[in-house]
T-cell receptor, first 114, second 119 residues
Framework: AQTVTQSQPEMSVQEAETVTLSCTYD???????LFWYKQPPSRQMILVIR??????QNATENRFSVNFQKAAKSFSLKISDSQLGDAAMYFC???????????FGTGTRLTIIP | AAGVIQSPRHLIKEKRETATLKCYPI?????VYWYQQGPGQDPQFLIS???????DKGSIPDRFSAQQFSDYHSELNMSSLELGDSALYFC??????????????????FGAGSRLTVL
């Protein structure tokens, strides 16, 4: 069974600074997807960024980027120029073939310090 | 753009009562997933449907059942409610028909959730 591990229950960063959230996963599959979802106080689950395992290039979405290390099974999220609105719980998630469920990590609560 | 619609947004029930949650996926999406998120927990997968057939089953109690209808909306039925069933219930949908693992298209989009409180 696939597992996703987020070893940082809480992180904090000064506004405008950069922060990196860690995620590791365990799988025997070669093709899969990895995601970061954000859950703000509203509890809405919002997709931040996704990475296809077959792509060597790291995904980037504006201030959000990932460092995908397939051999190490590591998938970290970097948030640049942190903003107050980035404060949320961040979940790393894994998904294999089509019609498969998402498996979530335990989450990292990110606090932005003004 | 249309999103995943869940109803009701909030529901309060007594122990041993029954509750029904509804989910309307994004139009043309063919797969629906149900997740349960307890306080301070990560979302736990309950069940999923692809083209109106159950496609996967997770840690769903026997007291719970679900189905997907011909219009692709789904309902989660919970009976003999217990205090521990108090949680946020998410529905998510994706479009997977004919999509290979290499297409990069099948992202799960989540609804706003239904918060169930059992007293």
């Amino acid at each position: 069974a696939q597992t996703v591990t987020q070893s940082q229950p809480e992180m904090s960063v000064q506004e405008a600074e950069t922060v990196t959230l860690s995620c590791t996963y365990d799988t025997s599959e070669s093709d899969y997807y990895l995601f970061w979802y954000k859950q703000p106080p509203s509890r809405q689950m919002i997709l931040v960024i996704r990475q296809e395992a077959y792509k060597q290039q790291n995904a980037t979405e504006n201030r959000f980027s990932v460092n995908f290390q397939k051999a190490a099974k590591s998938f970290s999220l970097k948030i640049s120029d942190s903003q107050l609105g980035d404060a949320a719980m961040y979940f790393c998630a894994y998904r294999t073939a089509i019609n498969e469920k998402l498996t979530f990590g335990t989450g990292t609560r990110l606090t932005i310090i003004p | 753009a249309a999103g995943v619609i869940q109803s009701p947004r909030h529901l309060i029930k007594e122990k041993r009562e029954t509750a029904t949650l509804k989910c309307y996926p994004i139009p043309r999406h063919d797969t629906v997933y149900w997740y349960q998120q307890g306080p301070g927990q990560d979302p736990q997968f309950l069940i999923s449907f692809y083209e109106k057939m159950q496609s996967d089953k997770g840690s769903i109690p026997d007291r719970f059942s679900a189905q997907q209808f011909s219009d692709y909306h789904s309902e989660l039925n919970m009976s003999s409610l217990e205090l521990g069933d108090s949680a946020l219930y998410f529905c998510a949908s994706s479009f997977d028909r004919g999509v290979s693992i290499l297409s990069g298209a099948n992202v799960l989009t989540f609804g706003a959730g239904s918060r169930l409180t059992v007293l």
